[in-house]
Structure formats: C-alpha cells, structure tokens
C-alpha cells in the first residue's frame, strides 16, 4: 500500500462516523489528496469496519483516545454526538492536534469558553463545520457585499426550511430549533453582513407537529436582528416544507440586493394546459451542500498547511450558539432580548 | 354630446386631480362605459380645466360642495389630501353620494369610526383606495391560499421598496412611514392571510437619509406580525430601492409555498462576458399598478350597480391605521405590542 | 359634444368593423388624443353602429366611398378582407388620404407592386400593420442589435406558435400559413437583422390536423433564411401550442445574445410537491400584443404629424409576401429558392 | 494495498491520458467502486505515470498491447485519438475485452461498420461515448417525451455553441464542425426523438474566425432535420459563445413542450441600476458535463455486471457519422439530402 501512511500528507482522524462524519471520510479518501485518513473512531464498530474497509483506512476504534495518541494523526474530524465535541475538541487541542468540529461546539457557554482558550493555549487549528459559508451561491453573496456592490447594506433576509422534521426523539436532545437549525442562519447572517449582532426578537409556534410542541420546542419561527452596523435581518424557519429545502438570502442595500436562490435538481420545464412547471430544489442538505461539505475541509486542510486563521474560528463558533440562547430567551419572554443580557 | 349626461350611467364626481385623481379620471373616461364623469373638483383650478377639456366633463370646481348637491352625481372619488378625507366622506355620505375613499381614511381612529357609522346610517358604498388588491398576481395569491392550495399558511413575507423616497416636504405631514407607506403592506397582509393580526414589532432605522430622520421619521423598516390563526408575517420596507419598485409577496404553508415577483418591463435578457442581464421592475406604482387602479374602480362602479358589499370596506380601511399606530408604539418602546392596546 | 370635429385633430375612418378594426377604435377612441374618429364602415351595419355608438363615431356605413370624398378624413385603417386591400388603398391614395393598411397588402406582388406606386405618386403616408414591431420587448431586442451590444449578428431564431388553428373556412382562403402566419415572422426577421433575405428553405407537414392538410395547407412549419449579410435565421410554426401563444426570438452575435421570452400573464409561482409551477403565456395576440397595436397607430399619427417616413413602409409590406412564395416554392420543390427566383 | 486487485472488481485499462482519458481515471478511481484501475496507457509517459501514482494505478504503458493480453484487465476505455480507436477497438473485442469507445468511431463508415461486426461476433460490450445522454436535465427530457408528457412531438430545437474554438491545428483533422462538433447534437436529436432521420439540410459559414475558412470548415451551423416520424428539428452551432457553453434543448408536441436550459454556475442575482444581473452557464464540457462523464461510465460498468446492451451502441456510435456525412454533402451541394443517399 505504497501511497498509504505517507508522512508528507495530513493524517487525519475522524471521530464519529454517522452521516456527516461518512461525507467527511469520502471526501477525505476522495477528493482531498493532501491528507491520508488514518483512523476512524466510531460508536458503532462494524460501521466504522465497513467504511474503512471501503476507504482503506488502517485504524478502526470505538475510542478516540488512541487517534490522539497516533503520531501519524495531525487531524481531528469531531462529527460525533453534540454532548461529546467539548471533552474530544479539548483532549485533542491538548494531544496537539489540528481539530475541525462540527456545529455546535457545545450548548454550554462557559464550556465553550473554555475549550476555546485551551485551543488558543495549545496553538492548533479549530474551525467549526458552518458549511453553508462555502456554497459557491452564499460565498458569492458574500463577495458581493464585502466588495460594495450593493454600497451599504441595510436589510438582510434568510429563508431556511427544512423538507422534513427530525425524529422526536432527536427534536428531544437537539437543544431547541434555535441551536439545531437556526444556529445555522445565524452564523450565515453574521458571515454575510460581516458584522456582530446586538439584539434579537424571536417568535414562533407549533404549526407542522404538534409532538414538537409536545417536546417542547417550536418547528416555525421567525427571528429578527439588529446589526451593529444597523443592518436589520429576518430569519425564516420551518421543519417542513413540503417542496423541499429551502434556502435563500437576499441582502439589500443602498446600491442595490444581491440574493442566492435555490438550485434547480434539474432545468428542465414542461409548459402545458396547466402552465409551466419547473423542478424542485434538492431534497437536504446531504443534496444541496455537499460541495460546501467538501470546501470547508479543503479550506482547512489548507490552513494547517499554510498555518493560517481557519476561516470559520472558535469565536464564530461561540456567537451562533449565543444568538440561540438569545432567541430562546426573547421567545419565552417575548421581547426583544440584547445580546449584551446572555 | 349625445353620449354625455346619459342618466342610464352612474354619474361620478372626482375630488382631487393630483397624480391619483387624474388616473382615475382617464380610467373613468376610457375605461369604465358604465360611468360618465360630471365633475372634477380640484385646488388648483387651471389643472382640473385642462383634464375636464381632455375628457369632457362639464363641470369643473376648486369646492366640492356643488358636487353633493348635483343629482346627476351618484358617486364620489375622494383623491383629495388625506387631511380632507374625514370631512368629505362624511358629507359625501350625508348627501347620499357612494364613496370611493383613497387610503388612508384618517390618521385618528375616533374619526374614522364617526365617518363608518356615518357612512354606515347613510347606506352609502365605501371603498377604499387599496389598489394592490386589485393586481392580478397578489389577486391570484390570494385565490391561492383562500383555495387551500398551499394548505394552512405558516408563515407570510411581504417586501415592499420604493424606488425613491418623497420630498421631506411630504415626509413631514405623511404620518410617518407606517401610515404612509407600510399601511399598504398591513392591508395586504390581511388580505392574503385573511385574518387578523393580534400582535405587532416593529424595527426600523435612517438609512436613506438623514433629513428623514431629522423630520422624525424612519425610511428603513422590519415589521413583524402575529395572526390570530398563527400566521406569523414580515414586511420590511425601504424608501429607497435603486433598481425600482419592489414589491413581492411569498405565503408559505402546509402544502406548499405561493410567491408573486416583480412583473419585469420586458422580457429581454442579454448574455456576454458579464453573465445574462434582465430588465429591471416598473419604476413605480403608477407605472406597476395601473391596471390595479383600473380594477379598483370597475369593482366599485360593480358593486353600485349590483348593490353588493365594496371588496375593501372601511374595516379594511381601519385596521391598516390601527396596525400603523401598533407599529409606532411598537418602535417607540421597541416591545411586542399587541392590538388590544390601542 | 365641443371636443368633436376638431379640426386640429387627424380625422380618422376605420374601413373593417373586425376584431382588429374594433381595436383600432378602441385606441384611437381612447388612446390616441391626436386623432378624432369621424367614420366606421364595417359590412355588417349592426356592428359598426353599436361600436359607433360606444365610441362616439358620427359616421357609419357599410360603403367606404363617402370616407374618401369627407374633407374631414386626414388618414383611414384599412382592416378589411385581405382581398380588399389593394382597391381600397388604391382609391384612398388617390384621394389624398394617408393610409394604414393591415398584412398583408395582396397575395399578388404585381398588385402590391400597382398598390406602392400609386401611394408613392399621392406622397400620401402608408404604413402596414405589422404590429409585433411595436412590442416593447422585441423592439428592445431590434435596438440592442441595431447599438452593437451583440457584435455582428450570427444566428437568429424566432418561435411562433398559435395556441389554436384558425377555422378551416378560413384556412382555404388565407393563401396558406407562410402567407398568413409566417408572414408575421418573416417581417420579424428582416426587423430584427435589418437586412434583407437571399434565400429561403422551408420545410414542414400536417401535424395538428388533417383537415388543414386536406385543404391544401400545413400546420407546422420549419424555415431557414440566408440573410446578405451573413446572418441564418431559422423560424418554427405551429398553428397549435396546448400552453399559449408562444412568441420568442433569440438572436446570437459575435459580442452575445439577446433574446425575448414570452411574458408571463402573472408572476405568481406554486411550489409543492411536484416542483414549481408559474403562468402560462397570454393566450393569443389581442392578449399579448394589445399595447404593440396601441404603440403602431401611434407611430402612424406621429408619422402624419411630423411628416416623416412610416416605421413600416410598403417595401416592409412586400418582402414578407415575396418570402411567403419563396418558402412556398421551397416546400413545393423540397429544396434552398433563392429570393432571386420569385 | 489489500484493496487493490480486487478479483471481484472489474479490471480497467484506460488507453489515452488526455483530458477525457483522466476524467475517466479519476471517476473509475474515486466514484465507481465496481471498477478497478489496472493500466494506464498513454502516449506521454510522464503524464500517465503521474496519474498512475496519484491513482495508484500499477500499470503504466504507451503501448496498449500488453492491456489486451493482461486477464486482469476486463474492460478498456479508448479515449485516444480518434484516428486510433478503430484499431484498438477491434484488437480489445479480439481479445475478449469490453469496449467503451469515446466518439466518434472512426470517421470511415466502411471502418465503423467492420468494427461493430467484430465486436458483435467477440460478443463483448461497446458503448460509445456520447456523454450528454446522462446529463440529467436532457435524460430527464428524453423520459418525457416516452412517457408521452408531451404527446406526439413535432419540433425539436438544439443549441449547441461552444465557447471558443479550438486551434487551428485540431480544426484541421477533426473532420469538420459536422462530425467533431455536430455529431454530439446529431446523437441527441436521435435520443430525444427516440426515431431515425431521413433527410438532413445543413448550412452555415465562416462567421467566428476566417482560418477556420482556409482550413476548409466552417464555425458556424444551422441543420434542419427530418425525422421518420414526421418530427422536424433543426440545430443551430457556433464555435464562439462569449457567454460560455450553450447547450440547451426544446421539444414540441401536441400536448405539450419540454425544455432544458443551461444550468447557472451560481444561483445569485444582482440588481441595480441597469437591472438584474445572473451567472453565466459553465464554461465548457467538462464543468458542464462532468456528472454526465461519470453516469455513462457508472452505466457501461453496469451493463457489463448485469450482462446487459449498453445505453450507446455501436449503431448509435455510427448513426451520427452517417448524419455527419450527409450534412456536409447538404452543405457542399445546398439541397436537402436523403439519409439514403450516403
């Protein structure tokens, strides 16, 4: 296996082999030639077997500890379960590994906190899983108004709908609709606007199942926020829409908007009696951002080779998973909440 | 003038002849064979001369009282200055007169009610001047989600954007932008979701202009409504959209998502170097909604005849202003405010 | 009626009380306040005095001689049978009255020939009724063309597509679907390139209904044209589109492309679970081309006003019934007729 | 590398490291896991052991004889030059290899047709290389007109320009913008209609850039074709869109058109002043149809698993040769020419 256990590529570690962390190994042993996969840790043994086998991945554990002791290992991935990013991310930073975890770090501020600072103290790179900033639509988007040419922006909207609700039991664990799924529109309003958020007004209800409301979170919502710089954005929420996923921006400003739509699956249309038809979006996200999936880990494994700033840092990290508590808060009390209370 | 004074049509007087007054009279003129224009009554009396030469009608005054008392006049079109509103309508009502009432009725909720129950003794038609009803894609929105075609409506997006904001001069006794110009917006709110919003939070800025603002208004707006049947709406509005007049709405349900874009001026698109280029909306409203404005009135002349209910009643003219001065609060005290405060 | 018989006004008759005749009352009765309508003649005297009546007209008759010999007539509208075309114009020029005549002039180029001299010894205006010229959208195209933005032009591509056959009475006599159908685009072509077709190769079958096939015609249709300057355009026809009129044209440059869709009746989209569904085209022309006729007539009155060359001339009025033989020629024989031949 | 030499894969030898050559590679290497890469073959030995190594390939060669006898090897992939494919396609079936043969053949039909009989007696597979049948939007396209979405059709319209032209060099051996460039939309035309053409009437000219004149071709294209059953369809090319690869379908029938247009290599719009601005198509073959590289081979590998006929059979490898040869005698003569006359 002369290309394996090449000490010129990144090896790489990845902990958590469910959905996200299967798209991570393909991507790796596929698409990413400047790392080599070196182990894969993963809860259910004969799946974690299985991928190896088909990616020809040398290591297979249910234990991440012994990734952190590999020397081969440069890498973390951290797509295992949210309750366990914190106690992976803050052993591997101090193994001195290179980490890329998944969103979110955790849902406890102050363990956040602290696993940023033991990252900081140990020197190695940490970028959060935010995919969608490297959709080649929303990055553009991105561009555009980083390059001025809506001049300065003023309204920001995002519309983010998912085809199907989650399994209750899921909904349970998930921390809420604000950290499981808004966490993701609020991390790409902070990216657009490239700005900090100082107030949030959260509303919402139980329109799609009632067995959500039942564990008590919402499944519609309707979020808004005030920018430092004066931008006010809107963000759109349902578990279900029935046409499938949806999102879109659009960024209006004093020279002019820029929006990203919906990727057609197909550009075909049938004009008839009934008049034109058009095809749907993808269906999820596996779908729709699985380009993305791949750019954030060659954007990282680029900054650890050039040794830059991830472009997705620890604090960007932290400031969705605040934005949720606030949303959370202005919900319960319905007001708007300042970010300066959490 | 064999055509003229022919008692078998409805006879109308108009009552302003500024942009508005003077659309209605061509369509009257051109477009509407069952009424017949008898007199223009407008402040500045060399203009009125000019349309009354234009489309033949007999009479021309700078005061409306001739009009009420002329009984070859069976309707009235108040497009005079919102201040005037009030005290024509009542009179118009007291003399018998149907009454075609541009918005917004008032800017005082006790004067509005006075000029219902008048109007409502008198057992005179009163229609209001929303005219966006009347475009045939909202229309078809409407169809739409009163049809059940997108199931239970969850969530309502309304963007409205003008292309240029008006002189400071008018900003000044406009009523501030919720009640110049988002109340079209609340009006089309409830028309679409039919139903009544219970809650409202407004946000908003100076982003246009800083004279409007020192005037003490706003010219960038985030709306957010709660409906009684938990629809939870957006509307945000600009002063100032440089690519011309925005205006969109998007309904989103249970089985589905309805949306009505910009109609585009043409339908050329141009492909080079640059991507593909398409035209821009209509400048205006005059330039978008002129076949709404037509609409609004054939419905009115209808309803005369028939003796049916006004598609926008003065309730509907109502709640608009009462949602303009929810709004207000609302920004004032930046809090949720609900209806049953004002 | 103070307004009528102004003789600062161009006294209009209308010859032919048809569906075209009837808009051309329409517009210039409501729309074209240079002009004043002072007679109608239609075969059918019920019709043409109920538009008389609706319209104000003094005159109505079913002989168009007294419309020649009225000094109050400046121009008349010939929109009578095709047979008619030639004796009427014929007549009207030598009367001194400027013409607007409807496609095609005659089906026999000697008389169209006969028809161009006699109106260029009168020096009266004549101007034919290809109104698809005046279309916002592909006049934008013609200027798009005409300012360089797409280099030199390469290939041009028209559709058009009826949404229904005509009745097959009138097929037998409308000298067959280039001369009745295609002529239209034929126009479009020499319009849009501004240049003049060498040759002709046309192909073609009965595909929508035998009828049409039995009465000597066709109903579907493929043309290639071969311009002098280089420039191939193609043209397709159906006399039966299920979903609308279709009316498209694409022309390809060295520097680009600039096309012109259909354009939509409404801008409403539906998005459920069989993708996204958005309007039809209008249904036919009087739908899609109403404010084309309007800007035609227009452009006539202008012409006599300002006493310049018609925006369509007898030479536009010719070309496309010498393409209509060349195509004829080109099906008959099954092989390229250049424009030389006919 | 236990992975490697895997009996139960199917052994791959591709023969040609050009551009199609190591998109193949590529795909077998990272997307079809059925498939094995045993050889590479190509002519500049440093390019195929650069890939050999990046792939982990272990044999590399710039003869393709020791492929033929190698029994681990399968199936090979012939994207050489075409002047070779002839050759190596015959030696691959002798030695019982299955073929996938990029297009076209041979440009001699005498040669074609050897082949196909050699290959039929081997009882080998033989799929020819016309990607754009696997793109998704024109299959999709295709399964609509079977499944009658459209009922009978009539007009089928092709566009099919590149971005720019190739050297002179390729132009002169490429046999001519029929069979290097129109051969893929010849092959198309036959897929959508799913019928055979009789007769074919090409014309064109030199528009682009006049060395492709002196080198005896042409570099712009309008071909009208005439199906068996009646459908009419016509292609348009050009060497040169500034716009990018253009590649679009449209389908005409009694019930109904389908169409599929150029997918955006982003879904962002930016409207300002001069109205709204959007992507450009992928630049050209291989952004445009990379997906569609990898389903043709998915399906080759396929249909020698399933022991299954190949989606593109040698008849369908041949048909567009045939097509080629006859526009280019329509084109040399300027008359229509039957299929049957080639």
Not at 321 to 342: C, D
Request: aromatic content about 8%.
């Amino acid at each position: 296996m002369a290309a394996m256990n090449n000490p010129s590529k990144i090896g790489v570690g990845v902990i958590g082999a469910g959905r996200i962390g299967q798209l991570h190994i393909e991507h790796i042993a596929q698409n990413i030639p400047e790392a080599e996969l070196i182990a894969i840790c993963g809860l259910n043994i004969s799946d974690a077997e299985s991928l190896a086998e088909q990616f020809n991945v040398p290591i297979v554990t249910t234990d991440y500890a012994p990734l952190l002791t590999n020397p081969r290992i440069d890498a973390v991935l951290v797509a295992s379960s949210t309750d366990t990013h914190v106690e992976i991310s803050q052993a591997a930073a101090k193994a001195g590994k290179h980490i890329f975890c998944e969103k979110p770090i955790a849902l406890d501020l102050q363990q956040i906190d602290e696993t940023l600072a033991i990252v900081e103290a140990a020197g190695v790179k940490f970028q959060i899983g935010f995919n969608r900033r490297f959709d080649a639509s929303f990055s553009r988007v991105r561009e555009a108004i980083a390059g001025g040419e809506i001049g300065e922006p003023h309204i920001l909207r995002i519309t983010s709908r998912d085809p199907a609700p989650p399994p209750i039991e899921y909904v349970k664990v998930s921390g809420g609709i604000f950290l499981d799924m808004t966490i993701h529109d609020f991390d790409m309003a902070r990216y657009l606007i490239g700005d900090e958020v100082v107030e949030v007004y959260a509303t919402g209800g139980v329109r799609v199942d009632p067995r959500i409301g039942k564990a008590g979170d919402i499944d519609t919502a309707v979020i808004t926020l005030k920018f430092q710089n004066g931008v006010i954005g809107t963000i759109d929420n349902s578990r279900e829409a029935v046409y499938g996923y949806d999102q879109r921006v659009e960024v209006f400003g004093s020279k002019g908007m820029v929006t990203a739509a919906n990727p057609p699956t197909d550009t075909v249309t049938f004009s008839g009696h009934n008049g034109t038809r058009a095809a749907s979006p993808p269906y999820f996200f596996i779908e729709r951002y699985k380009p993305a999936y791949l750019a954030e880990l060659q954007a990282f494994f680029t900054c650890i080779q050039e040794d830059t700033t991830p472009p997705v840092t620890g604090t960007d990290g932290r400031a969705p998973v605040v934005l949720g508590f606030a949303a959370l808060k202005s919900l319960r009390e319905n007001r708007p909440v300042l970010m300066s209370e959490i």
